[in-house]
């Protein structure tokens, strides 16, 4: 959307465009046997909720300007103290619109202290032809913490008959453990991404793709386990593990058989039901 601007002559200038901007940040911590929230603040177009009920915390983050575009800003805070137990989700995907240029941000920032547990499930982001959006994530992994994370990627929305042809999209990793960079990941795909996606050395024609980190003590361990549950994925799949990371990458033709392959990977590696707003 664009407001109104006139130069000094009454002619009308370059539009001014309207930007969201939005900040949530959440503090948990563990009170007996139970995780409750420390700190909570939000501002602009984002806000959190907290649904209530079970030993963990669940966040859940809602961007009331109803997606992504051109020129938005967003900053994401989640800090699990000691012993404590955070999922941060997201009620439904957040969806990427066409831009008539600037990119989109959002920074997120994440950390867990020791025997805590950081969950980072959000639904998956769609991407409309032409949209531009660059996302950086610093995760902060105390030696003796555990971090998941799942971030899943749909190009287009082929369900709508709207495919990407042009755009821009980057995502950039670095997480720390006990304070050293242990993991640091940069994806880009910028031009014409129809095309590049059709390249066999790219994507071959997949239009969905996700990656799963786990960050813990018994990560390695859990290498074969997670290639059991890799065999019966009717999609491109690999894991593989080291230093204390397990990562998992999906490639998949859409997003109805991300989610499928996903959903149910997800459950057995947690070993408890997905976040509550992914069923809703």
């Known amino acids: 959307m664009s407001a109104a601007s006139w130069r000094s002559d009454g002619t009308p200038a370059a539009p001014v465009r309207q930007r969201s901007e939005g900040r949530v ?37 809602v961007n009331t300007a109803g997606g992504v575009c051109c020129g938005d800003r967003f900053s994401i805070t989640a800090d699990t103290a000691a012993g404590a137990h955070l999922t941060v989700s997201t009620p439904a995907a957040e969806k990427v619109y066409r831009s008539d240029g600037p990119l989109a941000e959002i920074a997120v920032r994440l950390s867990v202290q020791d025997g805590g547990l950081l969950e980072w499930l959000p639904q998956e982001t769609i991407l409309f032809d032409r949209a531009r959006l660059k996302r950086r994530y610093e995760v902060d992994v105390a030696p003796d913490a555990t971090f998941l994370s799942f971030e899943a990627l749909m190009l287009g929305r082929l369900a709508h008959g709207d495919t990407m042809g042009e755009g821009h999209i980057e995502d950039h990793w670095r997480i720390r453990r006990g304070g050293a960079l242990v993991f640091a990941d940069a994806f880009r795909l910028e031009g014409p991404i129809g095309t590049l996606l059709e390249r066999p050395a790219v994507a071959a024609g997949a239009r969905a793709m996700a990656t799963l980190l786990y960050i813990a003590p018994d990560a390695e361990a859990r290498l074969e386990e997670v290639r059991a549950l890799l065999e019966s994925v009717p999609s491109e799949a690999g894991a593989s593990a080291w230093n204390g990371i397990l990562a998992v990458r999906w490639l998949c033709p859409d997003i109805g058989t991300l989610r499928r392959a996903a959903t149910s990977f997800l459950m057995a590696f947690r070993k408890a039901p997905l976040p509550r707003v992914w069923a809703t």
């Open 25 to 61: 940040r959440i503090a948990a911590a563990r009170f007996g046997a139970l995780t409750r929230v420390a700190d909570l603040a939000e501002g602009g177009a984002l806000r959190l909720r907290v649904p209530r009920g079970g030993p963990g915390l669940e966040a859940v983050i």
